[in-house]
C-alpha cells in the first residue's frame, strides 16, 4: 500500500471555479509535505512546503493545509485559471529517508 | 536558463537496443536523481548520486546503469531495451543527500518509447 494516497484522482472544473485537493499518508514522522505542479510534459515543480508544525501555507492562488495529527493535507486552487491544468502530487518527506510521493491529482480546468 | 536539462526528450527505440539519457544541472547541487514515471503517472526513485557517489539504488534491473562523471552530470544508459521500459524518465537534482527533501528540482523529462 503506498505510503501517500490522493483523491480524487481526476478532477473537471469550470474556469473561475474553487476545488480542493486531498493528500492522506501514513508516513511518519517526517520531516515535511510539498505538493508539487507538474504540467503536461514536465518536470513537476514545487508550490509549497510544510513542515510538522504548520498549518497552512500559500502561493497565490494555492492555499495548502496540513494536519498532522490526522496525518491529513489538502491543497485548494481559488479562482481557477485554465493553466491550472496539471498533475498535482503530494510529497512526503521522511526523516532520514527516502521521498514518499503520491500518485497525483489530476485537474482539468475548462472554460 | 534551463537549471536541470535531459536529453534528448523523446527516444523512440526498438527492443533490444541500448540507449542513453543524460542529465546536467548548473545549480551547484550535490545530489541528483533518476525516478521513472510511469503510465499511471507514479513517479519513483530509481537512483540517487551525492557527489558522484551512490547512495540509492532501488530493486532497478541491472540493466539500468547510471554513470555521474561530475556532481553536475549523472546520465543513465540502459541495455537490452524492454517493452516496459516504456515511461517517462525524470532527471532531478536537490541541496543535502540521503533523500531528505531540501527542494527537488526536475528536468522537463525524457519519453520513452520501447517498440
Known amino acids: 500500500k503506498n505510503q501517500v494516497e490522493q483523491s480524487p484522482q481526476s478532477l473537471i472544473i469550470l474556469e473561475g471555479k474553487n476545488c480542493t485537493l486531498q493528500?492522506?499518508?501514513?508516513?511518519?514522522?517526517?520531516?515535511?509535505l510539498r505538493w508539487y505542479k507538474q504540467d503536461t510534459g514536465r518536470g513537476p515543480v514545487s508550490l509549497t512546503i510544510?513542515?510538522?508544525?504548520?498549518n497552512t501555507k500559500s502561493n497565490g492562488r494555492y492555499t495548502a493545509t496540513l494536519d498532522a495529527d490526522t496525518k491529513q493535507s489538502s491543497l485548494h486552487i481559488t479562482a481557477s485559471q485554465l493553466s491550472d491544468s496539471a498533475s498535482y502530487i503530494c510529497?512526503?518527506?521522511?526523516?532520514?529517508?527516502?521521498?514518499?510521493f503520491g500518485k497525483g491529482n489530476q485537474v482539468v480546468v475548462i472554460p | 536558463d534551463t537549471a536541470v536539462s535531459q536529453t534528448p526528450k523523446y527516444l523512440v527505440t526498438q527492443m533490444g537496443n541500448d540507449k542513453s539519457i543524460k542529465c546536467e544541472q548548473n545549480?551547484?547541487?550535490?545530489?541528483m536523481y533518476w525516478y521513472k514515471q510511469d503510465s499511471k503517472k507514479f513517479l519513483k526513485i530509481m537512483f540517487s548520486?551525492?557527489?558522484?557517489?551512490?547512495?540509492i539504488n532501488e530493486t532497478v534491473p541491472n540493466r539500468f546503469s547510471p554513470k555521474s562523471p561530475d556532481k553536475a552530470h549523472l546520465n543513465l544508459h540502459i541495455n537490452s531495451l524492454e517493452l516496459g521500459d516504456s515511461a517517462v524518465y525524470f532527471c532531478?537534482?536537490?541541496?543535502?543527500?540521503?533523500?531528505?527533501?531540501?527542494?527537488?528540482?526536475f528536468g522537463s523529462g525524457t519519453r520513452l518509447t520501447v517498440v
Open positions: 532531478a537534482s536537490s541541496q543535502g543527500d540521503r533523500g531528505i527533501d531540501y527542494g527537488y528540482t
Open positions: 493528500c492522506n499518508y501514513t508516513v511518519s514522522p517526517f520531516s515535511n
Open positions: 510544510m513542515t510538522f508544525s504548520e
Open positions: 510529497v512526503v518527506s521522511p526523516r532520514l529517508n527516502r521521498l514518499a
Open positions: 545549480l551547484g547541487h550535490d545530489t
Open positions: 548520486y551525492n557527489n558522484k557517489e551512490l547512495i
